[in-house]
């Protein structure tokens, strides 16, 4: 019988390990939630690089490796590339397109948190939605700057900065909400392509801020490449049709 192993971190992820077998294992980092209600084994904690992945996938028997994983966690996507290599077992990746920006938008890329620095001197209010990076620049927040951060998990803010602790999907409405409190002047975000976080950047075109997108990272290529998660659904399908239906 073949073997899955999912590496996740994401809802694509999460919905896709729902509907694997009991032989498959759906890995996590360790930083978020974790399921206690699939239909596979659950792992959780680094592998300890490419060849521990490789050894890994070697001793467990796995016979497909699945990179779901988030489009700016490019060390594991390039971790598994290689761990394909070293092993010969094929890997297939989600690698979701990231959002374009429509008529009236107003984005802005940036590629390190140097040149995003650089680019917020003229903001008075930013709205940070990129995750943990942030709380590592609390203590260096410019004079006359009131930031908002909204990470996974809650964290002391101090007196010029909050932090929101929140997880996806965000509503539209509630979105809106948020901003006409916050009263925000620009909004920074990873460009994640995701449904579940996209209502900002809808709040933001309302409103005619402008938008700081920090750069994708490069990601490697591996044998298949999927745009979405039904598309990918569809070929594992194929590839062992009647384990999984
Ligand atoms: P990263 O920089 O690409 O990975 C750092 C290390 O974490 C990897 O080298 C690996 O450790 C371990 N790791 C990452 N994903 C793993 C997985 N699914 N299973 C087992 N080990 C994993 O990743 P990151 O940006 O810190 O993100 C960590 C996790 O959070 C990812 O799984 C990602 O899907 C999820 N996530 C990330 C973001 C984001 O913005 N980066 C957003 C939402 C969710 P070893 O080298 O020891 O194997």
Redesign the pocket.
């Known amino acids: 019988m073949s073997r899955i192993l999912l590496?996740?971190?994401?809802g694509d992820?999460l919905n896709i390990a729902r509907r694997l077998g009991p032989q498959d294992i759906y890995?996590?980092?360790?930083?978020?939630k974790q399921p206690s209600d699939l239909p596979c084994q659950l792992r959780?904690?680094?592998?300890?690089?490419a060849e521990?992945?490789a050894a890994f996938m070697a001793s467990e028997g796995i016979d497909l490796l699945l990179d779901i994983?988030?489009p700016?966690?490019?060390?594991?996507?390039a971790?598994a590339a290689r761990a394909a290599e070293l092993t010969g077992v094929p890997c297939w990746a989600l690698r979701r397109p990231g959002w374009q920006a429509g008529f009236g938008d107003d984005w802005r890329e940036v590629s390190d948190w140097g040149e995003l620095s650089a680019a917020l001197a003229p903001f008075k209010q930013p709205f940070f939605t990129l995750?943990r990076e942030p709380l590592e620049h609390l203590q260096s927040i410019p004079d006359g700057q009131f930031w908002v951060l909204r990470s996974l998990d809650g964290h002391p803010g101090n007196d010029r900065a909050r932090v929101i602790g929140a997880r996806g999907p965000f509503d539209l409405e509630d979105e809106r909400a948020l901003f006409a409190a916050g009263q925000f002047d620009v909004l920074i975000s990873?460009n994640?392509g995701s449904t579940a976080t996209e209502p900002k950047l809808q709040v933001a075109r309302e409103l005619g801020l402008p938008v700081l997108l920090l750069a994708r990272p490069l990601l490697p290529v591996v044998e298949r490449e999927f745009v979405s998660a039904d598309s990918l659904w569809q070929a594992l399908q194929d590839f062992r049709p009647t384990e999984i239906l």
């Open positions: 590496l996740g971190g994401v992820a890995s996590l980092a360790g930083l978020g959780v904690g680094g592998f300890g690089g521990g992945l994983t988030h700016y966690a490019a060390q594991i996507s971790n995750g990873k994640s």
